[in-house]
Nanobody, 126 residues
Framework: QVQLVESGGGLVQAGGSLRLSCVASGRTFSIFGMGWFRQAPGQEREFVAAINWSGGNIYYADSVKGRFTIARDNAKNTVDLQMDNLKPEDTAVYYC???????????????????WGQGTQVTVSS
């Protein structure tokens, strides 16, 4: 089992920044690929960013590329999502997730992630 807890959400004006953090406990964190997904009201959960176990391979959704940065610290069991130049369309509940799968294949597929956090709300006002 892996337990994931997100933090760092909040309300910010368009153009502002937030940093989300996800802390993992339980099984060895470093063996899992980690991803961030988001879900806005009435919409399906969508992929945001992912990082493989070593941090050597990183993936972003086109909608956040150049604005968001994912990073992990295996010594601290954390994965962070730095979000800059936020837009109202970034408003959603953001989820941290862990997968034992091959990140090159599964990074964007929410069904391939085995463990999920409870989510943290991000609201961007215009």
């Amino acid at each position: 089992q892996v337990q994931l807890v997100e933090s760092g959400g909040g309300l910010v004006q368009a153009g502002g920044s937030l940093r989300l953090s996800c802390v993992a406990s339980g099984r060895t964190f470093s063996i899992f690929g980690m991803g961030w997904f988001r879900q806005a009201p009435g919409q399906e959960r969508e992929f945001v960013a992912a990082i493989n176990w070593s941090g050597g391979n990183i993936y972003y959704a086109d909608s956040v590329k150049g604005r968001f940065t994912i990073a992990r610290d295996n010594a601290k069991n954390t994965v962070d999502l730095q979000m800059d130049n936020l837009k109202p369309e970034d408003t959603a509940v953001y989820y941290c997730a862990a997968t034992p799968g091959n990140m090159a294949i599964v990074y964007g597929e929410s069904l391939r992630y085995k463990y999920w956090g409870q989510g943290t709300q991000v609201t961007v006002s215009s």
